[in-house]
């Protein structure tokens, strides 16, 4: 006898964001805007999909390197988030890490994903763009105050 079938229940997703810093941009975090994915058009960290059995500070650093080119030392936890959006279909825990740019290997960010990202730049922490063009995660994040750099 065949088992029972399961209805799908949806669940949310688990993303990782990561703050990048570096004493050559003080107060200032790498920003892109995304393209051609859930969120197009609007701003967001790099990060992305966490890896089954991967570990956060892990995932931080592989996201970061495939992202931008950069690689990232002294990498720590920042926040956590869970951002809804019910009418975009959109559920995601999202943790966020803050990570420095090994300045030993390379200073600034390139785009080296360019059918997902319009291109990375230093963005001053206190001269973000407006909370509506922010990735809903990120949004979040700076709705709930959180400071990477506090």
């Known amino acids: 006898m065949a088992a029972p079938s399961q209805p799908h229940v949806k ?13 050559a941009h003080p107060n200032c975090v790498v920003l892109g805007k ?10 967001a960290l790099p990060g992305g999909h966490l890896e089954f059995g991967e570990e956060w500070i892990d995932c931080a650093k592989r996201e970061t390197e495939e992202e931008t080119g950069l690689r990232l030392k002294n990498v720590v936890f920042s926040t956590v988030v869970n951002a809804v959006c019910i009418e975009k279909d959109y559920h995601y825990v ?3 890490m803050r990570g420095e740019v090994d300045a030993d290997f390379k200073k600034d960010p390139e785009n080296t994903e360019p059918n997902k990202c319009e291109g990375w730049e230093w963005r001053d922490w206190n001269n973000f763009p407006p909370g509506e063009e922010l990735f809903w995660a990120l949004k979040v994040a700076r709705e709930e105050g959180h400071n990477p750099f506090s």
């Not at 669940?11 to 004493?23: A, E, K, L, N």
């Not at 995304?34 to 701003?43: A, H, N, P, V, Y």
């Open 11 to 23: 669940r949310p997703g688990i993303g990782v964001g990561v703050f990048v810093t570096s004493d």
């Open 94 to 96: 999202t943790i966020f």
């Open 34 to 43: 995304r393209k051609g994915s859930t969120g197009s058009g609007t701003f």
